[in-house]
């Protein structure tokens, strides 16, 4: 325990200051002295000697880059390091999006949308709205490269509340588009989120590796459906396609609730966000990745579609329970087992994106004292935010082992299109609070407030054309928040006995803290 305790004083720099401090929410705190160095206030373990930070001449307790002396770097500062180019942004955004709905139930829109034509609109309508949000989202992701997307905008453009309630509500597990699995196969589903835990706690590298090998087996699967669509379309096989409009129009609350089914497909598109602090010069691998990793998803999804109608007719695709299996039955012959075998493929290189990012979330906003301390907590080694990581793969865990996918889609599309159009709101906020703000990547002001205004229309509009009970318990879930924020946050009250607890995690897992990587840009 001594070695593992003096090791970790070695390997941390400048996360805590001798005398008089800054913590991570900015407020000037004492720390404690020890024989080798010092302990934070919140009773991790903290820098040796008396090395300190330094504060800005505006006296509002904000760190800015450590004081180097006796040869020390930046390099000794424990922090994320940036990692991921471009090729990675692009997988990240590709792999996390295209998951296993897209080869499972494309049938969703069919359903509510009650036309080919009409379905195949809200497609390539649902890919124009991802591509012109996460437009945006690259512009407030450039002026702010700290990692937690809409909870490091939130607190640029609103203040600590409403940033807490978005960790708060952020805050769940990452699932996949299935029904929940039983017996065997809740065994099989626990142990792929115990691998993906293990690759990304293991090392940043090789978590993007696997991200990108995945990446580059789904599109090939993706080809492999195209080709095969193509096949029979050659063949003639176009009679689904013809008459497209044939069927009623939907109202307009199924329209949105159609927009719900699509942009679940699509969700995904802001996840490089929640990763800028690793991005290689995300002024411009941020909207390079952004742009043609959406324009690539929306053009998979689209011939997808075109693909199946070509082998199967509308009502068939809506009895079939893996629309992507009855597809290779038919187009694939004996090597028809390749679809299962890309939906297996598809579904897990969407978790390890997912889980990926959501690290980074925690990660972010316990660094701002939002979650417990010790979720923003890295590796001393490896770099990784494990407590956070681990702390998502036990949501995910429970959802696995109790929970149903249906209620969490419904409680996710609408309370999600919340906060993003809280996102374009800040956006605009901020181009009038703080006009002369660096922005390395501004987008016309329209987008913004095009995106607000369908935010809008979709969550209004389901619950005055059907109301039901879910949206009035997804909206208490968000403002009971605030029942948390007041004592913990506002106020700073935290039991002592957390001490303790941050303390014995932080020796278990060899964690600690960190300084922020925008401190350095």
């Known amino acids: 325990m001594r070695d593992k305790i003096s090791q970790l004083f070695c390997l941390q720099k400048t996360a805590c200051k001798n005398n008089n401090s800054t913590d991570n929410r900015g407020h000037n705190v004492p720390t404690k002295a020890t024989s080798n160095g010092t302990m934070c206030a919140n009773g991790s373990l903290g820098t040796e ?33 940036r990692r991921l180019g471009l090729f990675s942004g692009v997988a990240l955004i590709v792999g996390t999006m295209i998951g296993s709905g897209i080869f499972v139930s494309p049938s969703g829109l069919l359903v509510r949308t009650g036309s080919v034509g009409v379905s195949f609109i809200i497609w390539l309508a649902c890919g124009l709205l991802s591509l012109l949000g996460a437009l945006a989202y690259a512009e407030l992701g450039t002026m702010n490269t700290s990692s937690g997307a809409e909870w490091a905008y939130f607190m640029d453009a609103y203040g600590p509340a409403p940033a807490f309630l978005f960790s ?41 590796a696997v991200q990108n090998i995945f990446t580059a087996a789904k599109l090939v699967a993706v080809v492999v459906v195209i080709c095969g669509g193509a096949y029979k379309l050659m063949q003639g096989n176009t009679q689904h396609l013809s008459n497209a409009f044939n069927g009623p129009m939907p109202n307009v609350g199924a329209i949105a609730t159609a927009f719900y089914t699509g942009l679940w497909a699509y969700d995904g598109w802001n996840n490089l ?8 010069n995300p002024s411009k691998n941020l909207p390079r990745s952004i742009i043609i990793g959406i324009p690539l998803v929306t ?12 082998a199967m007719s509308p009502q068939e695709m809506i009895e079939s329970e893996a629309v992507a299996v009855t597809f290779g039955n038919r187009i694939l012959g004996a090597l028809a087992w390749l679809m299962p075998l890309s939906v297996t493929i598809s579904t897990f290189g969407s978790a390890n994106g997912t889980l990926f990012a959501a690290g980074r979330l925690c990660f972010a906003a316990s660094r701002e004292g939002h979650l417990l301390d010790i979720l923003s907590y890295v590796h001393v080694r490896r770099l990784t935010p494990a407590p956070g990581l681990i702390f998502h793969s036990l949501i995910a865990s429970a959802m696995v082992l109790h929970g149903t996918i249906d209620s969490l889609i419904d409680f996710f599309s609408f309370t999600a299109w919340i906060f993003y159009g809280g996102a374009m709101l800040a956006l605009i906020v901020m ?16 987008i913004p407030v095009v995106v607000l205004v369908i935010s809008i229309y979709l969550v209004a509009a389901p619950i005055f054309e059907t109301p039901r009970i879910e949206y009035l318990y997804a909206l208490l879930f968000i403002f009971a928040g605030l029942i948390f924020y007041v004592p913990f946050v506002k106020l700073g009250m935290t039991p002592r006995f957390m001490n303790k607890v941050t303390l014995f995690f932080q020796l278990l897992l060899e964690v600690v803290p960190t300084s922020s990587m925008a401190m350095f840009e």
């Open 49 to 81: 000697g008396p090395e300190a930070t330094e504060t800005d001449a505006s006296g509002t307790g904000r760190m800015r880059k450590p004081l180097e002396r006796n040869g020390s770097t930046q390099n000794h500062v424990v922090h994320l390091e």
């Open 168 to 208: 708060w509500y952020a805050v769940e597990a990452f699932v996949t588009e299935c029904d929940p699995p039983r017996g065997v196969v809740k065994m099989v589903a626990l142990v792929a989120i115990v691998m993906i835990l293990f690759v990304n706690c293991y090392s940043v590298n090789l978590g993007m």
């Open 273 to 280: 966000n929640y990763v800028t602090e690793e991005i290689k």
């Open 299 to 310: 053009l998979c999804y689209a011939l997808i579609n075109i693909s199946y109608l070509a």
């Open 431 to 446: 181009r009038y609070t703080k006009p002369n703000y660096p922005r390395p990547y501004k987008v016309p002001i329209i």
